[in-house]
């Protein structure tokens, strides 16, 4: 059965999980449940509240596995929803307050940066604050526009804005030296 | 917005993901989860569904319908028709429940 399941396309085995195949869901879950966890990590969620959250975004999937329309990727669908909760779970606890905090960039001579283009997203995000970190995987990861971004934050669509560049720009100085570069200098 | 090739890039990192070691005990953890809650909500529907019957049957028993359609002449008299609509009722819900009850007992 496990393997006649692996054998469907996304859409096939969500029609089935609409009709309470929960088999099929659970082939779903095998296939992107580790992006969830890793775009609720990125968003900054610890490991063990990724884990739980990724868990609740996957069962509010199941349940209302009807709406979605497969106008884009189940993955991105499920994002999103996991996005949802963590920002929902971020502004109950209250503990960052999402407020225009102007920094600059840090700053690399030239063979760290070369050292640190090494570095993958996850180890790059770790140099941003936690709202920059927060608006970038939103924006980036989960695919949240701007505006949408500020709505879920009820936050300022123009702080945003400015975390997420911000958030940009550092990140493009660790992962993309050569064009960080370039455009400091253009 | 137009996107520089650095946010195309970012995307297409965003997409990227680690294998997790521990990826069958997440997916077990959440059937188990999604079994329990299919069972919750079978557990609900049923105890609803058997309520509603024991209420309906006796609103009907109460109404004075089966005295007026059987004209006085019921063989089994209102209150064993009342008995056995109620005893049909019940087994239905009970038909729908055993299943959720049994799946309880097994997993504890």
Redesign the interface.
């Known amino acids: 059965l496990r393997q006649h399941l692996t054998l469907r396309a996304d859409p096939e085995l969500a029609a089935l999980a609409t009709a309470g195949d ?1 088999a099929a ?2 082939e779903l ?2 296939r992107h ?3 969830v ?3 609720l990590r ?1 968003m900054g969620a610890q490991p063990a509240l990724a ?1 739980d959250l ?2 609740d975004a ?2 509010a999937a ?1 349940q209302a596995i009807g709406a979605w329309r497969n106008d884009g990727p189940f ?1 991105a669908w499920v994002g999103r929803i996991a996005a949802r909760l963590y920002i929902r779970r971020w502004r109950r606890e209250a503990r960052t307050e999402l407020r225009a905090e102007p920094e600059d960039a840090p700053r690399f001579a030239d063979g760290e940066i070369a050292a640190n283009a090494r570095l ?2 996850d180890e790059a995000l770790k140099i941003l604050t936690p709202a920059e970190r927060l608006c970038v ?1 939103l924006c ?2 989960a695919g949240f ?2 505006g949408e971004a500020a709505e879920a934050l009820q936050a300022p669509l123009g702080t945003v804005k400015s975390h997420v560049k911000r958030g ?1 720009d550092k ?2 100085v660790r ?2 030296p050569l ?1 960080a570069r370039s455009t400091a200098h253009g | 917005m137009a996107e520089t090739a650095f946010e195309t890039k970012l995307a297409g990192l965003y997409e990227t993901s680690p294998a997790y070691p521990d990826g069958e005990e997440f997916l077990s953890g959440l059937m188990a989860r999604l079994d329990r809650e299919a069972r919750l909500r079978g557990l609900v529907l049923g105890g609803m569904g058997m309520t509603g019957a024991a209420v309906a049957t006796a609103a009907i028993a109460r109404s004075g319908l089966l005295e007026r359609l059987y004209g006085g002449m019921p063989p089994l008299g209102v209150a064993g028709i009342g008995v056995l609509v109620a005893a049909a009722a019940m087994a239905v819900g009970a038909m729908i429940l055993a299943p959720v009850l049994v799946g309880s007992v097994s997993e504890a």
């Open positions: 929960r869901f659970g879950a095998r449940g580790g992006a966890r890793t775009l990125r884990d990724a868990q996957l069962v199941f993955q993958d997203l995987s980036h990861g526009s701007h940009l990140l493009k992962l993309d064009e």
